[in-house]
């Protein structure tokens, strides 16, 4: 009698053998999953980001060409350098202004398109077109 009680108590109580190694298979497959969604939020953020500084400098550019003192060629030189400083000079290569009517006043436009950037190799690739306004000075 005592040496079944004593056999009993020596098999472990728990998982079967067959699950053993589980836990580390389990947290692989975890935390590929968390990387991926973190690379994801990484690369909306990086998007957010280009695009918000793009859009500023495109506005001040767009300030500077309305300028009663100023023409559109400083617009697009403004526009470049802010591009160049804050994001790097890539970004600064296809920006373009314009005169424009909007509700029969005389706007400034200034365009920028830029890159959309990437981590790794994986995201979406293609161009961003922003564009930026002021009112023309009189």
Do not use: W
């Not at 300030?63 to 697009?76: P, Q, Y």
């Amino acid at each position: 009698m005592t040496a079944s009680t004593s056999c009993a108590r020596a098999r472990p109580a728990g998982p079967a053998d067959d699950e053993s190694g589980s836990a580390v298979a389990e947290f692989v497959m975890v935390s590929a999953l968390v990387l991926a969604l973190f690379l994801g939020v990484v690369q909306v953020a990086l998007a957010m980001h280009v695009r918000a500084l793009t859009i500023d400098a495109a506005a001040e550019g767009a300030r500077i060409a309305a300028r009663a003192d100023r023409d559109l060629a400083s617009g697009a030189a403004r526009t470049q350098e802010l591009l160049a400083s804050s994001l790097g000079s890539r970004y600064a290569g296809d920006v373009s202004v314009r005169r424009t009517t909007d509700a029969g006043l005389d706007v400034i436009e200034v365009t920028a398109r830029v890159p959309l950037p990437v981590v790794g190799l994986l995201g979406p690739s293609g161009v961003l077109t922003l564009q930026g306004h002021a009112l023309e000075e009189g």
